[in-house]
């Protein structure tokens, strides 16, 4: 084991909570390759930050205007909405602005064989809301909702969703309901090509096991895993996206 691999697993060792930040992944080319590390070894904090810092990008106050930011949230082993805030929050600090302008949630984790309902999206969404009151988000959205389950949420919900993402690759063509509803009452529908499961637990403990092999990677679990967009409003070019993850250690 190499002297980054052993002082991550000293630090691993002692950490409650793991929070992992990929910075601007179209920075990633013109990196050295170099483990980040901001606490030295004999330091050893509660909330264990690892970030790419040679990555990070914060936007200019200056061109903020001229930006849209955008986030998708997954949420992965948590069934609290405080997840959701602690998401944008840290979204919010990594980017450096007070506001994103668009936040689209995945389909919360269910038990296999159980169908999503409305209740399964209430905490989550009523986070949102908010959210959206602080002032914290401009606009949320859903995703993988057909039209049943997006008309529940509708006239259930005080902040209406403005947009639905629909994966094409399981249903080939728009369904016309769900267009029909969404024209009707000015939702967005957008398309999306992740997978059913962008990060499940076994893979994060998978992955934390290859990078740190002498630490008990199945104590650790994800609680949510954050993509963010900067784009280019003129010009519709994207200037910088990444990932944010949170995990805890069990029990604590």
Not at 135 to 155: F, P, R
């Amino acid at each position: 084991m190499n002297t980054d691999s052993r002082a991550a697993g000293a630090l691993l060792a002692r950490a409650r909570t793991l929070h992992l930040q990929t910075g601007n992944l179209l920075n990633w080319g013109r990196l050295r390759k170099k483990c980040p590390s901001t606490h030295s070894e004999e330091e050893f904090p509660d909330v264990l930050e690892c970030t790419v810092s040679h990555a990070v990008e914060k936007i200019n106050p200056d061109e903020r205007e001229e930006m849209k930011v955008s986030a998708k949230l997954f949420i992965v082993g948590s069934n609290s909405s405080s997840s959701t805030r602690n998401a944008i929050d840290m979204a919010c600090s990594v980017l450096g602005v007070a506001q994103l302008d668009s936040v689209i949630i995945a389909s919360p984790p269910i038990e296999d064989g159980v169908s999503l309902s409305l209740e399964h999206l209430q905490p989550y969404w009523e986070e949102l809301e908010n959210l959206v009151q602080s002032k914290k988000i401009v606009a949320i959205g859903t995703s993988d909702l057909d039209k049943t389950q997006l008309e529940q949420l509708y006239q259930w919900a005080q902040v209406k969703p403005n947009s639905n993402q629909v994966n094409l690759a399981s249903c080939c063509v728009m369904p016309p309901d769900l267009t029909a509803f969404a024209k009707q009452f000015d939702i967005q529908l957008l398309t999306h090509n992740d997978p059913k499961e962008l990060l499940s637990e076994a893979s994060f403990q998978e992955a934390l096991q290859e990078s740190i092999p002498d630490i008990q990677a199945h104590e650790w679990v994800p609680l949510w895993l954050l993509r963010y967009s900067v784009i280019v409003k003129s010009r519709g070019i994207i200037k910088s996206k990444g990932y944010i993850l949170q995990a805890k250690r069990r029990g604590s």
